[in-house]
């Protein structure tokens, strides 16, 4: 891909290895796992980063957090959504679209989360896009959107690929540039919608504090029946509303 050198994120690491251990039985469904302290020690991380890590499990359905118990293991996910296929920035502006900042542009493999979601092989290279999405000076959303691979996207929406291969990136959300280059093809939307709070590293990128409560979207768009993004928006507290269907 002609994109910028790899970058693999310490979280996403230290969030493979406790998946791996989900996977492998270490900690099999309705377990608990062990307390923070303890958990930081046996991995040889630091609690912060172990946090971080914990928070993403728990966002994408490995994990629930039980009072007076703690976190256990879970294969359950929400299904509750916005099923729009429309960029976040429109979806959340008052008229006029919410302005998209890049932070990261790059190429990972996959984790638990895109290898559900865009069925991605173990060593696969995801696009992958962070921006941040801002309005009067404020930041409104954190998105993190991932393409599937290349050689998918070549099959079934070669012009999504060639748009995501511009140099340079354009400074606009991965969805944005799906919707822009999908004239005459037809996208479906799936999403969900879970309660959560930023954590540290997503509340620096929003200028907030760590336990900011805050709504997390996740959301694949599909072209027939194969999965071309995968995304998750992180709206904190104050965010500009957002049009949900609730389905039981």
Same mark, same amino acid.
């Given at each position: 891909?002609?994109?910028?050198?790899?970058?693999?994120?310490?979280?996403?690491?230290?969030?493979?290895?406790?998946?791996?251990?989900?996977?492998?039985?270490?900690?099999?469904?309705?377990?608990?796992?062990?307390?923070?302290?303890?958990?930081?020690?046996?991995?040889?991380?630091?609690?912060?980063?172990?946090?971080?890590?914990?928070?993403?499990?728990?966002?994408?359905? /490995?994990?629930?957090?039980?009072?007076?118990?703690?976190?256990?293991?879970?294969?359950?996910?929400?299904?509750?959504?916005?099923?729009?296929?429309?960029?976040?920035?429109?979806?959340?502006?008052?008229?006029? *679209?919410?302005?998209?900042?890049?932070?990261?542009?790059?190429?990972?493999?996959?984790?638990?989360?895109?290898?559900?979601?865009?069925?991605?092989?173990?060593?696969?290279?995801?696009?992958?896009?962070?921006?941040?999405?801002?309005?009067?000076?404020?930041?409104?959303? /954190?998105?993190?959107?991932?393409?599937?691979?290349?050689?998918?996207?070549?099959?079934?929406?070669?012009?999504?690929?060639?748009? /995501?291969? *511009?140099?340079?990136?354009?400074?606009?959300?991965?969805?944005?540039?799906?919707?822009?280059?999908?004239?005459?093809?037809?996208?479906?939307?799936?999403?969900?919608?879970?309660?959560?709070?930023?954590?540290?590293?997503?509340?620096?990128?929003?200028?907030?504090?760590?336990?900011?409560?805050?709504?997390?979207?996740?959301?694949?768009?599909?072209?027939?029946?194969?999965?071309?993004?995968?995304?998750?928006?992180?709206?904190?507290?104050?965010?500009?509303?957002?049009?949900?269907?609730?389905?039981?």
């Amino acid at each position: 891909m002609a994109v910028s050198a790899q970058q693999r994120r310490p979280v996403v690491a230290l969030y493979e290895r406790i998946a791996d251990a989900i996977h492998d039985g270490t900690y099999p469904p309705g377990s608990t796992l062990p307390s923070e302290p303890r958990l930081a020690g046996a991995l040889g991380v630091s609690r912060p980063a172990l946090r971080e890590a914990l928070l993403l499990l728990q966002e994408d359905g /490995l994990l629930t957090v039980r009072r007076g118990v703690g976190r256990t293991v879970n294969d359950r996910v929400p299904r509750r959504g916005y099923e729009r296929v429309q960029p976040l920035e429109e979806l959340l502006s008052a008229g006029a *679209a919410l302005r998209v900042r890049p932070l990261l542009r790059a190429v990972e493999e996959p984790t638990d989360f895109t290898a559900q979601h865009l069925l991605a092989a173990a060593r696969a290279e995801l696009r992958f896009w962070e921006s941040l999405l801002t309005g009067e000076g404020t930041a409104a959303a /954190l998105s993190q959107e991932w393409a599937a691979e290349e050689e998918v996207l070549e099959r079934v929406h070669p012009a999504f690929a060639q748009a /995501l291969r *511009a140099e340079p990136a354009p400074a606009a959300s991965m969805l944005s540039v799906l919707a822009g280059a999908s004239r005459g093809i037809q996208l479906t939307g799936h999403s969900a919608v879970t309660a959560t709070v930023l954590g540290q590293r997503r509340g620096e990128q929003l200028d907030r504090s760590a336990d900011t409560p805050a709504v997390l979207v996740t959301q694949v768009i599909r072209v027939a029946q194969t999965p071309v993004l995968a995304a998750k928006h992180m709206l904190p507290t104050g965010a500009p509303a957002l049009p949900v269907l609730h389905t039981t």
